[in-house]
Structures are given as structure tokens and as C-alpha cells.
């Protein structure tokens, strides 16, 4: 199909930029961008992913259709000034009405759109729950958020729970939204093999907790000397976090970066780690249980407690218990039946959050603006 039978075929649905901070990243939020990006492209909208940094490459592939523009490396000596003259002319030039901001901090540029292009429907996508501890720009993103909450027209959030913490501090009622994150695997998968492996997928910073699942995995290496455990993902605490593994005398731990095949490491494990201090949402669990993988997860304020049915689908520990944690491995370790059992009821419960059912939610919102 070319270019102009797409836009006839097109002539109804509207124009949407999705506006993220670098869609070069490898992380949860960039995953989902291009999950729905893709979507709504498949779905016969024009869209436009607008990078604020980024050195022109996607880590998660893009559709044909989908526009990828980057700020930083086509105006590379532009100041605040500059980018919002940029993102000003692509809204304009995709004669886009609507603007999705993909990170709440990101407002600050949105706002000034909002002012600027009579008309646009502004969708404010937060991926940090309420209370979540920023160590960097808490003030800013405090500041943004109230403008966001005011002058937004809808804003998205992650969990249900979040959404009551939304609307009660906020009073945004009437435009709030909670929409999930989606599988971005087909859900339903039936695992026919498994390795003694442990998997763990993050980024590798404070929050996600990897410094505790290290703690945990001393406490069980030694007593099951046929297991293994590998953790994917890069990050500023990696070099931490090695240390800490030697330190420890860990000997069957891989940290494996980023890995464009992470399938393979899913379709491969026993079950899946998730030592995080503070959730969003938990994408890699939501990968992971695609594949048929129960998970052990600590149960923080947001995220694993609405993705994981506790001794169902998987096991939530109590925050910050590291003794548990390796407690509940134990279990997964010594058992296979249950492994089957778990991971069987894990895949079919991804089914929730299967791409087309997210989708529908997204061009509802959309639509019905």
C-alpha cells in the first residue's frame, strides 16, 4: 500500500505525537511506547514519536508508518526555546491533535503546546505512581504535576490503585484514567521446557533491588548447586552491584546487559525475580508471565500487587524481607509441579492485559475526547 492509499484509508482517524524523553532507552516505558505506537499505527492512526534525546536509533523496533523524530540530534545547540519551536512545528506539520506526553515531567513543554496549537487535546501518561521517591527534579516534577493535574485533559495512569491516590489528592475524578500497561508478547503461551535458571530483567538502579535479590540468592547458591541465576539489564548501579556479587562469593551469577533476545532467556527459566522497592507497573513481570513463568516479587505500594495473584500466579513477599524472598524461591526451586501449576495460571492471567483489549482502551480514550 502506499503512501497516499494509507491516507485515504486513514482520512478519519486523527493525528497523534506521542512526546518521550529517549525512545533510544531499553526500559519498561519505552517498550510500551512503541507497543502502542505500533498499535494504533496498525490501527490506522498517523503517529509521530517525538525523542527529546536519543542519537537517532529505537531500542524496541518501530512500525513502518511511525514517524521517529529526535530533538537533540536535529536541533543538537537548541535550548528550551528551540525544542518547543521543534516540537511546535512537527504537531503542526502531522497537523496532530492530539499530544501524548510520555513521562509526567514532560508537561512543562506540553503546556506550553497546549497554549500554543488551539485545540489539542493534551493526554498527560504518567509511569511513576504518586509518591514515588524521585531523587532528582522532586520539586519540578511536584510543580508539573499540579499544572499537568489542572490544564491537562485527561491524564493516564498505571493501577487502579494509583488512580484512587490521583483522585483524592488531586480531585481529578472525571479525568483520570487508569489504563495498563500491555503484554507486549502473545499471551497464552504454553512452556514446554524449562533450565534451572532464575531471571531477573530491569534496569539496574536502587529502586528495582537487585542489591537485595544478591542477598537472597547467597542464601540458596550453595544448596542447590544445579541453579543458576541471570539478571538482564544495564544501568548506573551494575558496577555496585558486581562488586557486591564478588564480594558475596557468588559464583552462578551473570548480570547479561541488554539483551535484544530477552525471549530466549524467558522461554528458557524456571521462574522469575522481581526484588523491587518501588513499581509503576512491572512490565518485565508482565513479559515474563506471557511466557508462562510464575514470579516471586516483593509486594510494594504499586504495580506486582495488581499483576500477580499471590500463590496463584506467583508469590508476594513482604517488602524489604530478604529472608523470605530466598524463601519463596526456595519453594519454586524444590518443586516443579508447582513451577507448572503457577506458570500455566500466570499466562492465562496475562490475558488481561493482552495488547488489542489495552489498545481498545487507548482509542477509546481518543475517540472519545
Same mark, same amino acid.
Given at each position: ?7 485515504r ?5 486523527? !493525528? ?7 525512545? !533510544? ?7 510500551? &511506547?512503541?507497543?502502542?505506537a ?15 534525546? %536519543?542519537? %537517532? ?18 536541533? /543538537? ?6 525544542? &518547543? ?21 514532560? %508537561?512543562?513543554? @506540553?503546556?506550553?503546546? #497546549?497554549?500554543?496549537?488551539? %485545540?489539542?487535546?493534551w ?15 522532586? =520539586?519540578v ?22 488512580r484512587?491516590v490521583?483522585?483524592?489528592? +488531586?480531585?481529578?475524578?472525571n ?6 500497561? /500491555?503484554? /507486549? ?10 533450565? *534451572? +535458571?532464575?531471571?531477573g ?12 535479590? &544478591?542477598?537472597?540468592? #547467597? ?5 542447590? /548447586? ?9 544501568g ?11 564480594d558475596?562469593?557468588? #559464583?552462578?551469577l ?9 525471549e ?11 526484588? @523491587? ?7 518485565? =513481570? ?7 513463568? *510464575? ?8 504495580? *506486582? ?6 500463590? #496463584?500466579?506467583?508469590? =508476594? $513477599? ?10 519463596? +524461591?526456595? $519453594?519454586?526451586?524444590?518443586? +516443579?509441579e ?15 492485559f ?9 482509542? !477509546?480514550?481518543? !475517540?472519545?475526547?
Open positions: 500500500m502506499d503512501r497516499g492509499e494509507w491516507g484509508l486513514d482520512e478519519r482517524k486523527e !493525528s497523534i505525537v506521542f512526546f518521550i524523553g529517549d525512545m !533510544s532507552h531499553s526500559g519498561g516505558t519505552e517498550r510500551v &511506547l512503541s507497543v502502542i505500533n498499535g494504533l499505527s496498525d490501527r490506522g492512526y498517523p503517529v509521530t514519536v517525538v525523542s527529546l534525546w %536519543g542519537d %537517532g536509533r529505537t531500542f524496541f523496533p518501530m512500525g513502518r508508518q511511525v514517524k521517529v523524530r529526535w530533538i537533540k540530534r536535529e536541533c /543538537p545547540k537548541a535550548g528550551i526555546p528551540g525544542r &518547543l519551536k521543534f516540537l511546535c512545528s512537527v504537531l503542526r506539520k502531522a497537523d496532530a491533535r492530539i499530544l501524548v506526553d510520555v513521562d509526567m515531567i514532560l %508537561g512543562c513543554y @506540553s503546556l506550553f503546546m #497546549k497554549w500554543r496549537i488551539p %485545540g489539542l487535546y493526554i498527560s501518561w504518567e509511569h511513576f505512581y504518586y509518591d514515588f521517591p524521585f531523587e532528582r527534579y522532586r =520539586l516534577r511536584k510543580a508539573v504535576r499540579r499544572l499537568a493535574g489542572r490544564y491537562a485533559d485527561r491524564l493516564v495512569v498505571l493501577t487502579r490503585a494509583d484512587q490521583y483522585a483524592g489528592r +488531586m480531585a481529578l475524578k479525568r483520570i484514567v487508569c489504563i495498563h500497561d /500491555p503484554a /507486549p508478547f502473545d499471551t497464552g503461551y504454553e512452556k514446554e521446557e524449562e533450565t *534451572p +535458571m532464575i531471571f530483567a530491569g534496569r539496574l538502579t536502587k529502586v528495582k533491588g537487585f542489591d537485595m535479590l &544478591l542477598k537472597s540468592w #547467597k542464601l540458596l547458591e550453595e544448596k542447590y /548447586p544445579r541453579w543458576t541465576m541471570v539478571i538482564a539489564g544495564c548506573e548501579e551494575r558496577e555496585a552491584l558486581e562488586k557486591q556479587a564478588g558475596l562469593g557468588l #559464583k552462578r551473570t548480570f547479561a546487559g541488554n539483551v535484544p533476545d530477552i530466549a532467556y524467558y522461554q528458557k527459566a524456571a521462574f522469575f525475580v522481581l526484588p @523491587s522497592r518501588n513499581e509503576g507497573f512491572g512490565m518485565a =513481570l508482565l513479559e515474563a508471565m506471557c511466557f508462562g513463568l *510464575p514470579a516471586v516479587c516483593y509486594a510494594c505500594r504499586m504495580g *506486582p500487587k495488581e499483576i500477580v495473584e499471590d500463590q #496463584k500466579t506467583g508469590f =508476594l $513477599v513482604e517488602p524489604g524481607d530478604i529472608s523470605a524472598f530466598a524463601g519463596k +524461591m526456595e $519453594v519454586l526451586m524444590r518443586d +516443579m508447582l513451577r507448572r501449576q503457577m506458570g500455566q495460571a500466570a499466562a492465562r492471567s496475562a490475558g488481561r493482552e495488547r488489542e483489549k489495552i489498545l481498545d482502551k487507548w482509542e !477509546s480514550l481518543i !475517540s472519545g475526547r
